[in-house]
């Protein structure tokens, strides 16, 4: 692997070891000594609402868990290193982890975002922030990084990049689009929850704080809802974990406990996902009833030259467009046994949702033509299981397809 950012345990660890390995290690073993009363191998659940204080104004590091838990403390601690921060707060959900990061901006704020970002995240921006005194522009960033320059005004404070985007795989330099920033002296968040910080390092190439989903494929079992935030400077960090503490969005002791449970096995998975996701892309390429294939990995993808060079690995991610629209791809889901019609990704099963009906149905029909997504669309996240199991799978959803046209 390359591109994997080199921890500052990397004395401790031995000097010999490739990148990959001290991401690997990091992995298991980064936030988990915190019980030095019985030296669990595994981070205890700090199942308490406040602690005991010792005397007046003296308490042994955490007085109530809104503020501080040792749990997440320790999942903190860990995320913080695999992306290279100074800093980490853990959320309760991913979208409690982007309100928490727009909450720093005063109304007034201009804010830049791509124009094909997440559903949720466009209607968190647009129909709630946008009625409470921030101002959004939703530009094509992804086609020439110089419309983000384009679009900055005197009261931009913030560039918003998820790259790639959700759910057609589109990338966004981030080197460039932070450099913009950069001189304007605006503030970068990346969205780093489809690659993880086991593929893309956005820190690393100019951004001022990473935002994760964690549900997604750094908890990797579909089993909790949770979000991080990370950011480059302490001073910086601390305004967030202030912040989180005003709003109340924290992360609760097991959820962090789950996730942290998770990242253990990060790195193997996204090796998995990875070579699944390359296997079916591949084959969907070759299927007549599939008009368009979205990958990063496949070498028809039009910013393949950037994904090599700003990723480390393609991840899990592809969507496809369906010939015949809508009924079509409704027709196919149906067929599937192996892959789940559900939405949500990152889980070590393989999902299929609908955009046009599912995670992007918030945004208006001309939204969602703009931002390129088509009612055939169909978003997969791959999982683990037998590419071979899974290929079948597909078998299943383009037979219908076949009967249905008889």
């Given at each position: 692997?390359?591109?994997?950012?080199?921890?500052?345990?990397?004395?401790?660890?031995?000097?010999?070891?490739?990148?990959?390995?001290?991401?690997?290690?990091?992995?298991?073993?980064?936030?988990?000594?915190?019980?030095?009363?019985?030296?669990?191998?595994?981070?205890?659940?700090?199942?308490?609402?406040?602690?005991?204080?010792?005397?007046?104004?003296?308490?042994?590091?955490?007085?109530?868990?809104?503020?501080?838990?040792?749990?997440?403390?320790?999942?903190?601690?860990?995320?913080?290193?695999?992306?290279?921060?100074a800093r980490c707060t853990a959320t309760a959900t991913g979208m409690a982890a982007e309100m928490t990061v727009m909450a720093m901006f005063p109304a007034g704020s201009h804010i830049i975002a791509g124009h094909d970002i997440y559903g949720?995240?466009?209607?968190?921006?647009?129909?709630?922030?946008?009625?409470?005194?921030?101002?959004?522009?939703?530009?094509?960033?992804?086609?020439?990084?110089?419309?983000?320059?384009?679009?900055?005004?005197?009261?931009?404070?913030?560039?918003?990049?998820?790259?790639?985007?959700?759910?057609?795989?589109?990338?966004?330099?981030?080197?460039?689009?932070?450099?913009?920033?950069?001189?304007?002296?605006?503030?970068?968040?990346?969205?780093?929850?489809?690659?993880?910080?086991?593929?893309?390092?956005?820190?690393?190439?100019?951004?001022?704080?990473?935002?994760?989903?964690?549900?997604?494929?750094?908890?990797?079992?579909?089993?909790?809802?949770?979000?991080?935030?990370?950011?480059?400077?302490?001073?910086?960090?601390?305004?967030?974990?202030?912040?989180?503490?005003?709003?109340?969005?924290?992360?609760?002791?097991?959820?962090?406990?789950?996730?942290?449970?998770?990242?253990?096995?990060?790195?193997?998975?996204?090796?998995?996902?990875?070579?699944?996701?390359?296997?079916?892309?591949?084959?969907?390429?070759?299927?007549?009833?599939?008009?368009?294939?979205?990958?990063?990995?496949?070498?028809?993808?039009?910013?393949?030259?950037?994904?090599?060079?700003?990723?480390?690995?393609?991840?899990?991610?592809?969507?496809?467009?369906?010939?015949?629209?809508?009924?079509?791809?409704?027709?196919?889901?149906?067929?599937?046994?192996?892959?789940?019609?559900?939405?949500?990704?990152?889980?070590?099963?393989?999902?299929?949702?609908?955009?046009?009906?599912?995670?992007?149905?918030?945004?208006?029909?001309?939204?969602?033509?703009?931002?390129?997504?088509?009612?055939?669309?169909?978003?997969?996240?791959?999982?683990?299981?037998?590419?071979?199991?899974?290929?079948?799978?597909?078998?299943?959803?383009?037979?219908?397809?076949?009967?249905?046209?008889?």
């Amino acid at each position: 692997m390359v591109g994997l950012w080199l921890s500052p345990m990397g004395d401790l660890l031995g000097s010999n070891m490739s990148k990959s390995e001290r991401f690997q290690t990091l992995c298991v073993h980064r936030g988990v000594a915190k019980d030095s009363a019985w030296n669990s191998v595994i981070t205890p659940i700090y199942a308490t609402s406040t602690f005991r204080f010792t005397a007046p104004m003296q308490h042994a590091g955490y007085d109530y868990s809104r503020t501080a838990n040792p749990t997440r403390a320790a999942l903190e601690e860990c995320l913080a290193a695999l992306e290279g921060g100074a800093r980490c707060t853990a959320t309760a959900t991913g979208m409690a982890a982007e309100m928490t990061v727009m909450a720093m901006f005063p109304a007034g704020s201009h804010i830049i975002a791509g124009h094909d970002i997440y559903g949720g995240t466009y209607r968190l921006f647009s129909q709630v922030l946008a009625k409470n005194g921030l101002e959004f522009s939703f530009v094509d960033m992804t086609g020439d990084p110089m419309n983000v320059k384009k679009a900055l005004r005197k009261n931009t404070r913030a560039v918003w990049i998820e790259t790639p985007t959700n759910p057609l795989l589109n990338l966004v330099d981030i080197a460039a689009v932070c450099g913009i920033a950069k001189k304007a002296g605006v503030t970068t968040i990346v969205d780093n929850t489809f690659m993880s910080p086991f593929f893309q390092h956005p820190l690393e190439l100019g951004a001022d704080v990473v935002m994760h989903s964690t549900t997604k494929y750094i908890n990797g079992h579909s089993d909790v809802v949770s979000g991080a935030i990370i950011s480059k400077t302490a001073e910086h960090g601390e305004k967030i974990a202030w912040m989180m503490n005003n709003l109340g969005t924290g992360c609760s002791p097991f959820d962090a406990w789950l996730v942290l449970r998770g990242v253990k096995t990060l790195p193997l998975r996204m090796k998995a996902h990875n070579a699944n996701a390359l296997a079916l892309a591949h084959d969907l390429e070759k299927r007549p009833e599939v008009s368009h294939v979205y990958y990063p990995g496949l070498e028809t993808h039009p910013q393949h030259a950037l994904a090599k060079k700003q990723m480390s690995g393609f991840g899990g991610m592809l969507s496809f467009d369906l010939k015949g629209g809508q009924p079509a791809a409704f027709k196919f889901v149906k067929a599937l046994k192996v892959i789940s019609f559900a939405e949500s990704l990152g889980g070590v099963e393989s999902l299929i949702e609908h955009p046009e009906t599912m995670s992007h149905a918030s945004m208006t029909l001309e939204q969602r033509r703009n931002a390129g997504i088509a009612d055939g669309n169909l978003r997969v996240s791959v999982g683990i299981e037998n590419a071979e199991d899974l290929i079948e799978d597909l078998d299943r959803g383009f037979a219908a397809l076949k009967r249905s046209r008889k």
